[in-house]
Structure formats: C-alpha cells, structure tokens
C-alpha cells in the first residue's frame, strides 16, 4: 500500500534558524518554501534522495501545528507516506480498524491529496497519506 517515505514533518517557530543547520550546514538544498494559507501554515521542504525533511510553521496560534509547538516543542510533527490511490488505502485502513482524522481528504502542497491517521490507532504517531497530483 505504501510506496515510500514521502517526507517528513517538523514543527518549529523559526524556519530561518532551521534552514541554518539543515541548509547551511547540512547542505541539503530547499525545493519550495510557501505560504499555505489552507492549511494555516508556511512550509520549507528539502529534498533529500526520495523523501523531503519538511519545515512546518504555523501561522496563527490558535492551529493544530501552533498548539503542538505549545505542548511539545519543536520537533518531528507527521511522517507521510505516499499512496498510489489515497481513497482506496483509507477504505483499506478503515476496514482494519485504523481511524482517519474527520477533516477527511484535503488539498496538500503541490496538488497532493492528503489525509491524516489517528495517532491513537499508529502508537502516537501521527501518520499523512499522501497521493501525488495528477499529470
Ligand atoms: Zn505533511
């Protein structure tokens, strides 16, 4: 069902200060930086083979990401795996008892389809399927 590590999320207040190790000294070079207002967030993603390390900040303090923040800090926030048909894995899931967050399929970065698990069901991780854009 899932293809690979699609990449993954970290919350963090401060995107410059992270782009300063994981660019800077890391080297790894940033793919997209954007303002998502949908998702009440602004993203820097890093390529890194396959997968993409993630900067998630939020915009406003009273989102989901902005209260992580509050009660955890910063640090790994989601890992997304890719799915080739994000409905059909849901039904899948659903079938064997793995709860999907109501907010149900939303539009992601780059056209995405996204959905997220109940960490409850995935021992505290909270796990994003991810279908790629058509075309
Ligand atoms: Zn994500």
Redesign the pocket.
């Known amino acids: 069902m899932f293809k690979k590590i699609?990449?993954i999320?970290i919350a963090t207040d401060d995107i410059e200060g992270a782009l300063s190790v994981y660019r800077d000294i890391f080297g790894i070079a940033v793919t997209y930086r954007e303002v998502f207002r949908e998702l009440g967030v602004e993203v820097a993603a890093l390529r890194i083979g396959e997968s993409c390390i993630?900067f998630?900040k939020p915009l406003d303090k009273d989102s989901k990401v902005a209260k992580f923040l509050q009660e955890r800090g910063e640090g790994i926030h989601?890992i997304?795996f890719q799915v080739e048909d994000i409905e059909k894995s849901i039904e899948e899931l659903k079938a064997k008892g793995i709860r999907v967050i109501p907010d149900g399929i939303k539009r992601?970065?780059e056209g995405k389809k996204?959905a997220f698990l109940h960490p409850k069901d995935c021992h505290n991780v909270l796990i994003?399927l991810?279908q790629k854009a058509e075309g």
Do not use: K, Y
Request: charged letters at 25%; glycine letters at 8%; aromatic letters at 0%.
């Open positions: 699609d990449h999320a993630e998630v989601h997304a992601g970065i996204i994003e991810t």
